[in-house]
């Protein structure tokens, strides 16, 4: 389990599905992608499933191979 950390203001969040969540924490996430580190500061909310939905500015920033 990653420590959460309180974020300095509630934030509103947009899914995908364009159901709308609030945050008042995020998690330092890191881990290894295309033979880079990443260290990506993750809001977190109430998604249930799926876990984790990464941004768009990150994908168009770091172009990963998805298979």
Do not use: C
């Not at 990506?40 to 990150?58: E, F």
């Amino acid at each position: 389990r990653l420590p959460l950390k309180p974020l300095s203001k509630t934030t509103k969040i947009q899914n995908a599905d364009r159901l709308i969540n609030h945050a008042n924490n995020y998690v330092n996430i890191e881990f290894m992608t295309d033979g880079q580190n990443q260290n990506i500061k993750a809001t977190v909310t109430g998604l249930g499933q799926p876990q984790l939905i990464l941004g768009t500015s990150w994908l168009q920033r770091i172009n990963p191979d998805i298979d």
